[in-house]
């Protein structure tokens, strides 16, 4: 699975869109990119997906530039709730056995303030 | 909705003990997984399964044991503890053939374990 970069920590108002870049050059084809969250002490939890299209959903909205070498998650009004780690993946999806290739990293750690 | 269950979630070993970190799941998941996560470390996968009585190594296997009897459970057994397995422990389940245009990850909430 292709790498992933990330910025290692990002700041955001309260009420504010949170814009956390990730850059995916060496994606293939058949690769998505999966956003995930980590609140302190808690397991990593799925925000979103997609593969070329732009994607919306109740927590958050992915864009994916058209050459597919980096995406932003965006999260519209940043609440205190989302200060956590936030972890971009690039993987084949329809196949878990290519899970064990995933190559997590550290992430962005997004601080949100009052 | 109960999802990927580990249990304990604290547990203190002295060096050299056994134990076993239970996982379980109910979305009856074909591949289950087992990751550690150290300080400025991202997530290692220690070991994994794509369906009962099926295991294979991942990046840091050593030192670990897994089994898979049931698609529901994946215990990860600890032979011989030693202070560098103190970490916090995932355990992750997913659909094996994807879902539609993905199969999500789902992880448990944790097991922290400290080996004195």
């Known amino acids: 699975d292709a790498k992933t970069t990330q910025p290692p920590s990002m700041d955001c108002a309260e009420g504010r869109a949170a814009n956390l870049p990730c850059n995916h050059s060496?994606?293939?084809?058949?690769?998505?990119v999966y956003w995930y969250r980590q609140i302190h002490s808690q397991g990593p939890q799925y925000i979103i997906h997609?593969?070329?299209?732009?994607e919306t959903n109740e927590m958050a909205s992915l864009i994916i530039t058209e050459d597919r070498k980096s995406s932003t998650l965006i999260l519209p009004h940043a609440t205190l709730r989302d200060t956590a780690v936030y972890y971009c993946?690039?993987?084949?999806?329809?196949?878990?056995?290519?899970?064990?290739?995933?190559?997590w990293g550290l992430g962005t750690s997004l601080a949100v303030n009052p | 909705n109960a999802g990927v269950t580990q249990t304990p979630k604290f547990q203190v070993l002295k060096t050299g003990q056994s134990m076993t970190l239970q996982c379980a799941q109910d979305?009856?998941?074909?591949?289950m997984s087992w990751y550690r996560q150290d300080p400025g470390m991202g997530l290692r996968l220690i070991h994994y399964?794509?369906?009962?009585?099926?295991?294979d190594q991942g990046e840091v296997p050593n030192g670990y044991n897994v089994s898979r009897s049931t698609t529901e459970d994946f215990p990860l057994r600890l032979l011989s503890a030693a202070p560098s397995q103190t970490s916090v422990y995932f355990c992750?389940?997913?659909?094996?053939?994807?879902?539609?245009?993905?199969?999500?990850?789902?992880f448990g909430e944790g097991s922290w374990l400290t080996v004195v």
């Open positions: 992750a389940s997913s659909y094996f053939r994807g879902a539609g245009a993905g199969n999500t990850i789902y």
């Open positions: 979305m009856n998941h074909e591949y």
């Open positions: 399964s794509v369906g009962a009585g099926i295991t």
């Open positions: 060496t994606i293939s084809g058949n690769e998505y």
């Open positions: 997609g593969l070329k299209n732009n």
């Open positions: 993946i690039v993987r084949v999806a329809s196949d878990a056995g290519n899970n064990r290739k995933l190559i």
